[in-house]
């Protein structure tokens, strides 16, 4: 079974651009989270999915965004760039709800510049 | 507040010999922990995880951890060393209606010949 996919994998803007990143969870799974990760803050959540719901958020500005799709596919976007959104966007995915084993993908490397 | 702290930020072993990372935990609910381990540039790898019952858990890699609920720890073993072991080492927890996971700050291993 093929694992979790992201695309792009790495990613180079210019600050104040937007950017969308795409995820394709393990087929069969349902639900997606995504993570952002940096040397100064390490691993954080941004969001999570679930048939097309978001079921939870973390504590990011509204400049971060994301959906689901009805295959499951994920996409998360960010508007109006900052240096400071320089980092590795993991996305996860899992089968079910409630604290299911989560798999996650290579990651997109986001530099803003 | 939930948290997880690994207090060990880097880490230097001797190929051959045996490792233990630690890990404590702070969560309000019944916690289920994770250990994911990182290769540079790449995504997450799951090692194993405790949702209940054996407080020993086995995992990939030979790697093992215990899970002691009076020391909120669930510390991370393996008893030999291999070079190819050199990565970093996340320990998560997670629980309830979600999968959002909290994780720890990382530990760098390295391994020395």
């Known amino acids: 079974k093929a694992g979790v996919t992201q695309t792009p994998r790495y990613l180079i803007k210019t600050r104040g651009q937007q950017v969308t990143l795409s995820c394709s969870p393990i087929?069969?799974?349902?639900?997606v989270s995504w993570y952002q990760q940096t040397p100064g803050q390490g691993l954080q959540f941004l969001f999570e999915?679930?048939?097309?719901?978001?079921?939870n958020k973390g504590n990011f500005p509204g400049r971060f965004s994301g959906r689901q799709f009805s295959n499951s596919r994920s996409e998360m976007n960010v508007s109006t760039l900052e240096l400071g959104d320089s980092a590795l966007y993991l996305c996860a995915s899992s089968a079910g709800l409630d604290t299911d084993t989560q798999y996650f993908g290579p990651g997109t490397r986001l530099t803003v510049l | 507040a939930q948290s997880v702290t690994q207090p060990d930020i880097h880490i230097t072993v001797s190929e051959g010999a045996s490792l233990e990372l630690r890990c404590n935990y702070s969560?309000?609910?019944?916690?289920?922990l994770f250990w994911y381990v990182q290769s540079p540039g790449q995504g997450l790898q799951l090692l194993l995880k405790?949702?209940?019952?054996?407080?020993l858990v086995q995992g990939i890699k030979g790697f093992e951890a215990e899970f002691k609920r009076s020391q909120s720890s669930f510390n991370l073993r393996k008893p030999s060393v291999h070079w190819s072991d050199a990565a970093e080492y996340f320990c998560a927890v997670g629980g309830g209606a979600t999968n959002k996971l909290i994780f720890g700050t990382g530990t760098l291993l390295a391994v020395q010949p």
């Open positions: 969560y309000g609910a019944t916690p289920y």
């Open positions: 999915y679930f048939s097309e719901t978001q079921r």
């Open positions: 087929s069969g799974h349902r639900s």
């Open positions: 405790y949702f209940s019952g054996d407080t």
